[in-house]
Every structure is written in C-alpha cells, then in structure tokens.
C-alpha cells in the first residue's frame, strides 16, 4: 500500500506569491494534519482535518489555510509568502482523529527568496 | 497542547554501542508515539507504546514507558552508522489536535 504522498518535493517562490502544497493520504485514513518545520526545529501543528472538518488551528497566521477533499486528500494554501515561512512542510494521516499511528509523507520543501 | 520534550539533545556514539533517548511530556496520555527523520526527510514512525504498557520491544529498538513520570525512553542496541538521525516523541490518544513535537535528539553514531 501507498504511504502518505505529498506534492511538490521542492519548490521556490518569490515573496509575496501563493503556494499550494498537496496531500494524499493513506487508503483509508480520514485524517489529514499539516505540519511546519523549520531548520533545526521540531514540526509544529497548522492544522487537522477529519471527515473534511477543520478539527484543529496551531498558532499560524490568517495567511495559511487548507481543506480536505471528499477522497480525503488535502491542501495546504499559503499566501502573501514571507521569507520565513521557508521549511519542510509535512502531511500526515491516521485512520480516526485520535489515538492511531500517525504516518508522515516525506514532505515539501518550500524555499522563498 | 500535547508535546514531547526529548532529552539528551545531541548524542554521538560508536557504531555498536547503544544509544538511550528520554523523553518527558506534561499531560496524561493513551499512547506515546517514537519517530526517525533523517536529514531533511519525511518522520518515519518506529514505535507505539499505550499508556497501558511498560515496556515494547521491535527488532533493535526498546521502549519504555513509565506514566507515574510522564517519561519515555527508547533504546536502540548494537547502532549501526544508518541510525545516525534525529529522534522525536509524539504524546497523542486524546485527540491528534495541536501536537506538538519537541526539537528531538540528534544522534550520530561513527563508524
């Protein structure tokens, strides 16, 4: 079976531009998290879907939004980019929203300059 | 919000010497959840210990839990320069909302 894909590996914008990462869960997880890692730094919450509900907001700007499809893939939106919001932007699915092993994708590497 | 705080935060080793990593969290749990992530890579999960057991064994890797302490430790045995990695711990079961991991140990293990 797949694991967690994620969309792109790596990419580079300009500040001030639109991202859109991309997320694909396993077979039958319904919950999708989104994580930011920054050098150094362990992976800090944004968000959590489950059922195609916003479940859970970690301490990230209105710039930052996403959404969960009716297949259970997700997207990560962020806008007006800012140089530090360059890292490793992690997916992660479980099968429920609590209390299951929660698997990570390799991740997308968001570089602005 | 739920976070894991690992202890030692940097750890280089001998290859085939064993490496312990601690791990102390705040709230009550259901589960404690161990990750690998090599550098600039996915986490990699390795092992789920419920709040309910002591003590897990997979292959090369021993976890222990100890609740009455909020602590974890994960032991790896015989390491191998492939393990050289950072290790993080995840507290989850009440929900999978705001969780948070601490910066992780880095260990390096010499050939």
């Known amino acids: 079976d797949a694991g967690v894909t994620q969309s792109p590996t790596h990419l580079i914008k300009t500040r001030g531009q639109h991202v859109t990462l991309r997320c694909s869960p396993i077979?039958?997880?319904?919950?999708v998290s989104w994580y930011q890692q920054v050098l150094g730094q362990g992976p800090q919450f944004i968000f959590q879907?489950?059922?195609?509900?916003?479940?859970g907001r970690g301490n990230f700007p209105d710039r930052f939004s996403a959404r969960q499809f009716p297949n259970y893939s997700s997207e990560l939106n962020v806008n007006a980019l800012l140089l530090g919001d360059s890292a490793l932007y992690l997916c992660?699915?479980?099968?429920?929203?609590?209390?299951?092993?929660?698997?990570f994708g390799e991740g997308s590497w968001l570089t602005v300059v | 919000s739920q976070q894991g705080e690992e202890d030692p935060q940097a750890l280089s080793i001998q290859e085939g010497e064993n490496a312990t990593m601690n791990c102390s969290y705040k709230t009550s749990i259901n589960n404690l959840q161990w990750y690998r992530q090599n550098s600039g890579r996915g986490l990699v999960h390795l092992i789920l210990i419920r709040s309910n057991e002591r003590e897990k064994h997979s292959g090369r890797l021993r976890v222990t839990l100890d609740t009455s302490k909020k602590s974890s430790s994960l032991l790896i045995t015989a390491s191998r320069a492939a393990d050289t990695a950072s290790y993080f711990c995840l507290e989850s079961g009440g929900s999978n909302y705001k969780l948070t991991f601490g910066k992780g140990t880095l260990l390096t293990v010499n050939p």
């Open positions: 992660a699915s479980s099968p429920t929203s609590a209390g299951n092993t929660i698997y």
């Open positions: 077979s039958g997880h319904k919950s």
């Open positions: 879907y489950y059922e195609k509900e916003e479940r």
